[in-house]
């Protein structure tokens, strides 16, 4: 079985530019998570979709932090402009919807570093 | 707010030592209590916990749930270099709903 994919694993961008991250989640997961990691801390979530669906994103900086997931599978988060404070790993996680064992699966994360 | 606290922050122990890791909540509606081990990639699942009392184990790894003291404690026996990982404890608020991590506990196992 397929785990969750992310790209790109590595960014480096300037502050005030733009980035976007994509995640594919395991086949089958109706929900879907976009945590942020910052070096030193537990992640943190920036939103949740189930389906195509958004149920949590109160943490998401909203002036400058999009996602997306149009169709239920894949999803893209966007950063428009980037801070020095954006940096850190952002992790995809996907779930079944309202799995009994509630585990979450991860990526790999996509590190971002704004200078 | 909820809130998630691991302790210790940091632990360096030597191969063939035991370690103790804690992890303690305040959040509404508790459902499941999580543990994920994150080495330079992504949170890997070790154990789910729901109900109080009862002990999860996976070969040296053990973990128990005290729903009164609203905490959980990980166990590692005879450690070993790659057990040298963060710790990460995760809590269910609702059924459903997010998860929030606690800091993580970093452990340095030396040989």
């Known amino acids: 079985e397929a785990g969750v994919a992310q790209s790109p694993r590595y960014k480096i961008i300037e502050k005030r530019q733009s980035v976007a991250f994509w995640c594919n989640p395991i086949s089958g997961h109706a929900t879907l998570y976009w945590y942020q990691q910052i070096l030193g801390q537990g992640p943190k979530l920036l939103i949740q979709f189930q389906n195509n669906g958004v149920v949590d994103d109160s943490q998401l900086p909203k002036d400058r932090f999009s996602a997306e997931r149009l169709k239920g599978v894949d999803s893209t988060l966007k950063i428009q402009p980037a801070k020095l404070e954006d940096s850190a790993v952002y992790l995809c996680?996907?779930?079944?919807?309202?799995?009994?064992?509630?585990?979450?699966?991860f990526g790999e994360g996509s590190r971002l570093t704004v200078l | 707010e909820d809130k998630v606290v691991q302790s210790p922050l940091s632990l360096v122990v030597h191969e063939g030592d035991t370690v103790t890791l804690n992890c303690s909540y305040e959040v509404t509606n508790f459902r499941s209590l999580l543990w994920y081990k994150q080495e330079k990639k992504a949170p890997t699942f070790l154990f789910m916990l729901?109900?109080?009392?009862i002990e999860k184990k996976s070969g040296r790894l053990s973990s128990i749930l005290d729903k009164k003291e609203l905490s959980s404690i990980l166990n590692i026996t005879a450690t070993q270099t790659g057990d040298s990982a963060i710790y990460l404890c995760a809590v269910s608020p609702n059924y459903g709903q997010n998860f929030v991590f606690g800091p993580g506990t970093r452990l340095s196992v030396l040989p």
């Open positions: 996680a996907s779930s079944l919807v309202y799995a009994n064992t509630g585990e979450l699966f």
């Open positions: 729901t109900s109080s009392g």
